[in-house]
């Protein structure tokens, strides 16, 4: 019986330590849809022998949703944009970086070195930054696109035919600047404005989709869609005969970020991962292929010459001004939360 325990015992410390071996080559990443090239993800293994496994959603409060629901000690690293950055730092959802973890920190482009939703990057990396705001289809519509009543008070040509964003913080920001109010207001009668504008506006909306934003475009299933600049790009590409609008009243400006998550399981691949992210040739190819711009130093000679041309990345002069996402106070938040699930019912 003793023999028999004591070879128990020695097969599960063997199991723990085949568990711990096999941990060693992993790297659990959470990250948006159609935005890594697998090409990279091979390149990160043949360089390290550290194996990918990638799961996708498709929008920041879907992920805050699963991480919440217990996908915090199951996933390394995660990409959320520059405003759920500070909220899920808020939940205490990150892990710090140490100084000289990260030997390619200095990579970082000096603009996006000390955010104000993570100041002295301590828990994040630069990923990619761009715009939200909404494609137009040139066959459906000719007239004047530079406005948000593209999307809030469409003219009768796209009234049905406008997909938007599944996405809270994307849909209530472009509301807000279509409005002229701040985008946490406290203002009672500014907030019942804003409920009524959006439940109006439902009327001539056809869908809420995120991760088929691009192809109800390329289809001509939609003839509008809120969409991020680099989808716009390849929806052009693909042949769909459409234009990225500028509004005069503003767009969005956002910055997605690497994070390391509280309780990786594979800490030190996570970093070793975000190490890779900083070498410009591998952010590079991330640009080239989702088409969007990169926060590290010495990119430009890997990437497209072509991405810098895009009308998707130059605003034309009457533009409004790029805002990014804004963290409401935990009070504010649930009105708009609410604001939210009845637009979505």
Known sequence: MKHMMKNGVTALALAIGANAAAAEGELVLYHWF???????LDKFTEETGITVTMDTYDSNEAMLASLKAGGIGTYDVSVPGDYMVSIMAGEGMLDTIADGELKNKGNIAPEWADPGFDPGRQSSIPY????????????????????????????AELQGRI????????VMAMAALHMGIPQC???????????????????????????????VLVSGDAAVGQIYDGFSAKAREEGANVEYAFPTQGYIAWMDNVVLLKDAPNRENALIFMDFLLEPENIAAVSNFA?????VNGVSEFLDPALAEQPE???HANAGQGVFIEVCDE???????????????
Do not use: C
């Open 34 to 40: 159609e935005y890594m090239p697998q090409e990279l």
């Open 128 to 155: 990619q930054w761009g715009s939200t705001s909404f494609a137009v289809s040139r066959d459906a519509y000719e007239g004047d696109i530079q406005t948000t009543d593209i999307l809030f008070n469409p003219p």
């Open 163 to 170: 997909n938007m964003l599944d996405s809270q913080g994307e």
């Open 185 to 215: 207001s406290t203002d009672r009668e500014q907030l019942k404005a804003l409920n009524a504008m959006l439940q109006e506006a439902k009327q001539h909306w056809a869908s809420f989709n995120s991760d088929t934003a691009k192809e």
């Open 291 to 295: 088409q969007y711009n990169a926060g």
């Open 313 to 315: 990345k130059n605003p």
């Open 331 to 345: 009070e504010t938040q649930a009105v708009y939360d609410q604001i939210w699930t009845n637009l979505k019912k």
